[in-house]
C-alpha cells in the first residue's frame, strides 16, 4: 500500500494516450474505496476504467486496444479467463501494463 504502483500505472497509461495508442484500464471490481468507474489513487488522480474481477466477459472487446492496463492483478483472473492472441506478446504494437501488489507493500 501507498508505494506508487497504481500512480505508476495511471502514468504510464497516461503516456500511451498521448502517444494515441488505444488504451483500455480494468481495475478490480473489489476496490470501492474511492471511485466505481475510474481507477483511482490515495491523492485523486483517476483515470476511466472497467470493473472487473473475471477478464473474459471483456476479451472480445480488450482484443480492439492496442494497450491493456490492469489495477490489482493479483485480484483479477487474468491468463486462467482472458487470452491473448498467441503473438500478442511479441506484438510491437501491443503493450499489457499490469500493476500487482508486492508481499512488501
Known amino acids: 500500500?501507498?508505494?506508487?504502483?497504481?500512480?505508476?500505472?495511471i502514468r504510464r497509461m497516461k503516456r500511451y494516450q498521448v502517444a494515441n495508442?488505444?488504451?483500455l484500464v480494468f481495475?478490480?471490481?473489489?476496490?470501492?474505496?474511492?471511485?466505481?468507474?475510474?481507477?483511482?489513487?490515495?491523492?485523486?488522480?483517476?483515470?476511466p476504467a472497467i470493473s472487473a474481477s473475471?477478464?473474459?466477459?471483456?476479451a472480445d472487446i480488450a482484443m480492439k486496444?492496442?494497450?491493456i492496463g490492469i489495477d490489482?492483478?493479483?485480484f483479477v483472473s487474468l491468463f486462467s479467463y482472458f487470452?491473448?492472441?498467441?503473438?500478442?506478446?511479441?506484438?510491437?504494437?501491443?503493450?499489457l501494463q499490469i500493476q500487482l501488489n508486492?508481499?512488501?507493500s
Open 54 to 58: 473475471i477478464l473474459s466477459k471483456y
Open 83 to 95: 487470452y491473448l492472441p498467441q503473438n500478442a506478446m511479441t506484438d510491437k504494437n501491443f503493450s
Open 72 to 74: 490489482e492483478g493479483q
Open 65 to 67: 486496444y492496442e494497450v
Open 21 to 23: 495508442k488505444s488504451c
Open 1 to 9: 500500500m501507498f508505494s506508487g504502483k497504481t500512480t505508476e500505472l
Open 27 to 47: 481495475k478490480y471490481s473489489g476496490d470501492t474505496r474511492y471511485d466505481n468507474l475510474a481507477l483511482s489513487t490515495h491523492d485523486q488522480q483517476k483515470l
Open 102 to 104: 508486492s508481499a512488501k
